[in-house]
């Protein structure tokens, strides 16, 4: 069988070249059906998409709005801005408030198994996540957490899962040998500065901001991009399960679009920068932007066998940790939870 990557992998070589010679490349990756729209002038096809304006992870959908990537697929995409829980967002997606969205996998997954209407249909990136200490600390392995308190933004925020499994793997019991404490986003930093807890579990850009405005101050003890998560997909595109089954080309023509901005994000960073830069922190630059989506992995996306792969890896992870529950099988999970829309 084909690898239903393997067009757009030609097509991020095209892209790239395109890039370098400050071209626009108008058609990259189009399926029959949004040519026609698009080259008829025919109606595009209204998308919400829901979102989170505040992490740069994300950019490339706003990218995907600014150059006309969902146009192109003859989609006319309204970016919905869901800051709130996990639950509300996919709740909106499987009710059809919002036709497909973008989200954590280690936020969105213990959500799907309780069984929202809800597909997985690509990988959009890796790298976000962080688990930062004071430089003065000392701390700098995960094994030095024994004993210690981790601030997080919620106890069911993705660092804490994901940074439970990397204690896991460390050998420390993620539920009794640590202390998990909750701060809002803009008291984590001071509740760290104060002593009230050893270290935090977070996302970017925050994150990688604290460890690059002073260098020293702070010290990265783990990622998701180490310690066997290198090549690990940390963000998803989901879709509602209406969508995919009622209208199979207009789930392929988003999906299309998603991964062509991440790969255009790859080849010209600077311009998911700009598109994201009404969202980013006060004070900020499209060269601080830039830094940032440059220490993820946005030309990571996977699709098919490779995601299913993934997906199953964190079921299994998540069950070793009790976030899924035992009777949950990886393999099966992830078979359910994924809808290839691409090799159709």
Not at 36 to 46: F, I
Not at 112 to 118: I, K, R, S, T
Not at 265 to 286: G, I, Y
Request: charged content about 20%; glycine content about 10%.
């Amino acid at each position: 069988m084909t690898d239903p990557r393997t067009p757009r992998l030609n097509r991020r070589g095209l892209l790239k070249t395109a890039a370098g010679i400050g071209l626009a490349a108008p058609f990259l990756g189009l399926g029959a059906g949004s040519i026609a729209r698009a080259q008829s002038g025919g109606a595009l096809r209204k998308i919400r998409f829901a979102s989170n304006a505040s992490a740069i992870c994300l950019a490339p959908s706003f990218l995907a709005v600014d150059k006309g990537i969902f146009n192109k697929q003859g989609l006319d995409v309204e970016i919905v801005n869901f800051g709130g829980s996990t639950e509300a967002l996919l709740e909106a997606i499987a009710t059809g408030k919002a036709d497909g969205g973008i989200g954590m996998a280690l936020r969105w997954l213990k959500a799907l198994e309780q069984g929202f209407d809800v597909k997985i249909t690509a990988g959009t990136h890796g790298g976000c996540s962080r688990l930062v200490a004071l430089g003065s600390s000392g701390l700098t392995e995960l094994t030095q957490l024994k004993g210690k308190t981790i601030g997080v933004t919620d106890l069911a925020a993705p660092g804490k899962n994901f940074f439970s499994i990397l204690l896991h793997k460390a050998g420390i019991n993620p539920e009794t040998d640590v202390t998990w404490k909750a701060f809002s986003t803009d008291v984590l930093e001071i509740a760290l500065q104060r002593g009230e807890i050893d270290a935090i579990a977070d996302g970017d850009p925050r994150a990688y901001f604290w460890l690059n405005d002073e260098p020293g101050k702070y010290v990265q003890i783990a990622s998701n991009l180490d310690h066997g998560f290198e090549n690990r997909v940390c963000c998803i595109s989901g879709l509602s399960g209406s969508l995919i089954r009622d209208e199979p080309e207009t789930a392929a023509a988003l999906t299309r679009a998603l991964l062509e901005a991440q790969d255009w994000a790859v080849a010209k960073p600077e311009d998911a920068a700009a598109a994201f830069l009404p969202n980013a922190p006060r004070n900020r630059s499209v060269e601080d932007l830039v830094a940032v989506l440059k220490d993820q992995t946005h030309d990571h996306t996977p699709t098919g066998a490779d995601l299913k792969t993934e997906i199953a890896l964190y079921a299994e992870e998540l069950r070793e940790i009790n976030v899924f529950r035992p009777s949950t099988d990886p393999a099966a999970f992830a078979d359910r939870v994924y809808a290839d829309v691409l090799s159709a």
